[in-house]
T-cell receptor, first 113, second 109 residues
């Protein structure tokens, strides 16, 4: 069974630009969550989508947004990039039931210069 | 607000030297506690889920235990390939996992 696939693996952007990251979940998984990982803060929850609807959102500014498609694939977008947005962005999928484990992709490493 | 604290931040062991990692948590109602392993440049890999105090799970050299306030990840006779960052997370009913900052384990041959 294929795992969670995230593209691209690496991105370098300039302040003020926007970026779109993509995530393909494990087949059959309907929930997709996004996390930001930095050395100082660890993993911080961004948002979670289930059946194309955002079910939960973390404490990030509105520059961070996401969506989920009917095939459960998901994208997240960051607009007006700031230096502090440099991080590893992780996508995780699950079957979507309470307390079911998340299965993570290998992330997209975003560097903002 | 759900909180997770892991200790120590870093741990160096000699091959074969058993030890334990700690995960202390504060939640209003625990639905599940999760352990993950993360290798450099990769996403976290799921290891265990624990649901209630007293529960234990084992996988190879790893054993996870759970009390009402904390969880332990016991590593028995570790090998260099066990070197990784181990993450603990809780589901407190808020439909998201809250992660600790991890314990970086290094096992020297």
């Amino acid at each position: 069974k294929a795992g969670v696939t995230q593209t691209p693996r690496y991105l370098i952007k300039t302040r003020g630009q926007q970026v779109t990251l993509s995530c393909s979940p494990i087949s059959g998984h309907r929930s997709v969550s996004w996390y930001q990982q930095t050395p100082g803060q660890g993993l911080q929850f961004l948002f979670e989508y289930f059946s194309e609807t955002q079910r939960n959102k973390g404490n990030f500014p509105g520059r961070f947004s996401g969506r989920q498609f009917s095939n459960s694939r998901s994208e997240m977008n960051v607009s007006t990039l700031e230096l502090g947005d440099s991080a590893l962005y992780l996508c995780a999928s699950s079957i979507g039931q309470s307390n079911s484990p998340l299965h993570f992709g290998n992330g997209t490493r975003l560097t903002v210069t | 607000e759900d909180q997770v604290t892991q200790s120590p931040e870093a741990l160096r062991l000699q091959e074969g030297e058993s030890s334990s990692l700690n995960c202390s948590y504060t939640v209003s109602g625990l639905r599940g506690l999760f352990w993950y392993r993360q290798d450099p440049g990769k996403g976290p890999e799921f290891l265990f889920t624990l649901y209630s105090a007293g529960e234990e799970k084992e996988k190879e050299r790893l054993k996870a235990t759970l009390t009402k306030k904390e969880s332990f990840l016991h590593i028995t006779a570790p090998k260099p390939e066990d070197s990784a960052t181990y993450l603990c997370a809780v589901d407190g009913g808020s439909e998201k996992l809250v992660f600790g900052k991890g314990t970086k384990l290094t096992v020297n041959p």
